[in-house]
């Protein structure tokens, strides 16, 4: 077996079992951890449009603070959008996640997704050393922030080095593109990776929480 | 046909074939070995004064393809000259004896070439049970062993000789293995292929009679001159890849317009071998000119890297069913640690109360 036999094959498959198993594991733990039922009259029973609210209102700034975060929340959104178009329309891309889903969409040209994976790459590297080196941002860091970062900077970078055919055979550049993949997705449901699945709920339940007692938040 | 003490140069005098024929041809052959310009008078040398050295062909779990695409797409260039010019001794399918008269031919060949003839090999070799696969009574393992043991070399010629092939192919019913995977003590090149390019076959035993030598070898122990570069940088079609443009069905547009077949399972980013420039049919075409994709013929278990027409990058994903199971399992464990951390909260608050 190659090694790019494994990581197509028994690779791919137990770091997804893990990563199915995780973050089952993670998103039905958090849901039977919820605060018990609020027993208090509601100030407002617009449920939805509370957490709706609160998702947007937490996606920007808080004015009081946006000079001071303004370079964190603008690096923040452009990765984040430079990741998926990265992740979501590369043609092989595609093909890898039709084969699990069996659906395929639009891919887009192979220069805008260079673009968007070198940018996406130069961001998060510039994320890190701002991390590494801003006084609060380094107190504030652990283990699991670093090991996020890499796990995920380090598919960027195999993944363009597998399509410029650099650096070594491209067989072998896949297999470590893929192996790199497959190490995120080992670790997304057991470190800050999780804020994928976690994010957008936990501020919809937040919100919907704050209307029943009447906060606009 | 040549005399044993003839050498080379002397026989195609002979046959008609002029001095700018041998030189167009010793200029292809250090071309296709990768040598540079000045080596072409040494290739020319070489080949004008070599004699033709026995070489006894041993077909085992094969299909001739391989036999049939060598004599098929050569004759009659020079190159099936160069055929002319080795002794073959001993080949089933080309061979015009039979039964013991033909073994009797590959012993005496053995005998009296010893230490210094080619083996040439085609077909992978049953382990399983050595019954499986026998010529004259002769297990095909037996056979290589002894025709190995006093070789000079060892050619395996397609991917069953030099990897296993299409009877390892899981569940390998046969046992079937390589010829490397038996004969450790020879020099061995793989020259593979489902079935290999005429003009490496040739390349190969030109190498032999030029510098007596075996030629570079890759990882694989294929030649290098030959397998060093994969199809997809030699491909024609590779601009439509970096432009994102590729064939999504073989009647689209894009297959008409002869866009990159990658997303068809075109194996050829993965493929290690000469097809995209030397090309078929004395260099009229290859598979992925005629419009399907490489199946990655020359790779080691290229029958069992998933289905041809899957994408490399496609996944190997397992069973549904196994990630349903892992999706329960991590729900039991939820609902479990859920009810342990609710319960470990209702109990320091009753310790806090007390």
């Known amino acids: 077996m190659t090694l790019l036999d494994f990581a197509r094959g028994p690779g791919l498959q137990w770091a997804l079992w893990i990563f199915v198993f995780g973050v089952t594991w993670r998103i039905v733990g958090a849901m039977f951890l919820m605060a018990k039922k609020d027993l208090s009259k509601a100030r407002r029973k617009k449920y939805v449009a509370d957490g709706v609210r609160t998702i947007i209102t937490r996606s920007v700034p808080a004015r009081s603070f946006e000079k001071r975060i303004r370079f964190q929340h603008i690096s923040g959104y452009a990765w984040h959008f430079a990741l998926f178009i990265s992740v979501l329309f590369f043609a092989p891309h595609i093909l890898f996640f039709e084969s699990l889903l069996g659906f395929g969409w639009s891919h887009l040209p192979n220069t805008i997704i260079l673009f968007t994976a070198a940018a996406a790459t130069a961001i998060l590297i510039a994320l890190l050393l701002r991390r590494a080196t801003h006084p609060v941002q380094k107190f504030i860091s652990n283990a699991d922030d670093y090991i996020s970062i890499f796990v995920v900077l380090i598919p960027l970078v195999t993944g363009i080095l597998a399509f410029a055919h650099v650096g070594a055979r491209y067989e072998t550049l896949l297999a470590i593109h893929l192996l790199s993949v497959e190490a995120m997705l080992v670790w997304f449901p057991f470190g800050k990776l999780m804020h994928t699945a976690m994010t957008m709920p936990s501020r919809y339940q937040a919100g919907t929480s704050f209307g029943h007692r009447g906060i606009k938040a | ?354």
């Open chain 2, 1 to 354: 046909m040549m005399r044993k003490d003839q050498t080379l140069g002397e026989y195609l005098r002979e046959q008609g074939v002029s001095r700018r024929g041998f030189l167009k041809y010793c200029s292809a052959t250090a071309s296709l070995m990768a040598l540079p310009p000045s080596a072409v008078a040494q290739v020319a040398e070489a080949l004008a004064s070599a004699k033709r050295p026995s070489v006894i062909w041993l077909s085992f779990q094969e299909c001739t393809g391989c036999t049939e695409s060598l004599t098929r797409s050569h004759a009659p260039t020079v190159e099936s000259l160069i055929f002319d010019a080795i002794s073959l001794d001993y080949h089933h399918t080309l061979q015009a004896a039979a039964g013991y008269g033909a073994e009797a031919a590959r012993e005496a060949a053995m005998e009296e070439n010893e230490g210094e003839y080619i083996l040439v090999v085609d077909g992978s070799i049953p382990v399983k049970n050595k019954a499986f696969s026998t010529i004259a009574g002769i297990s095909n393992y037996d056979m290589l062993v002894d025709a190995a043991s006093k070789a000079y070399a060892v050619v395996a010629v397609g991917t069953c000789a030099a990897f296993g092939g299409l009877p390892m192919a899981n569940p390998n019913p046969t046992g079937a293995v390589s010829v490397s995977e038996i004969v450790k003590d020879k020099p061995i090149i793989n020259v593979s292929g489902c079935p290999p390019i005429p003009v490496v076959i040739t390349g190969v035993l030109a190498h032999f009679l030029t510098f007596g030598t075996i030629p570079e070898l890759d990882a694989l122990g294929r030649p290098a001159a030959f397998f060093g570069q994969n199809i997809h940088d030699r491909c024609y079609r590779r601009p439509f890849y970096e432009r994102g443009q590729f064939a999504e069905t073989f009647d689209d547009e894009g297959a008409r317009k002869g866009w990159c077949l990658y997303k068809l399972g075109c194996k050829g980013p993965t493929t290690y071998n000469a097809c995209a420039t030397l090309k078929w049919n004395q260099g009229t075409s290859f598979p992925i000119q005629s419009g399907h994709g490489c199946i990655g013929c020359s790779e080691p278990s290229f029958w069992d890297k998933g289905g041809f027409y899957e994408p490399i990058s496609a996944g190997m994903w397992g069973s549904r069913e196994a990630l349903l199971g892992a999706a329960a399992a991590g729900a039991v464990l939820g609902v479990g640690s859920a009810i342990a951390a609710r319960s470990r909260k209702k109990k320091a608050i009753a310790e806090e109360e007390v």
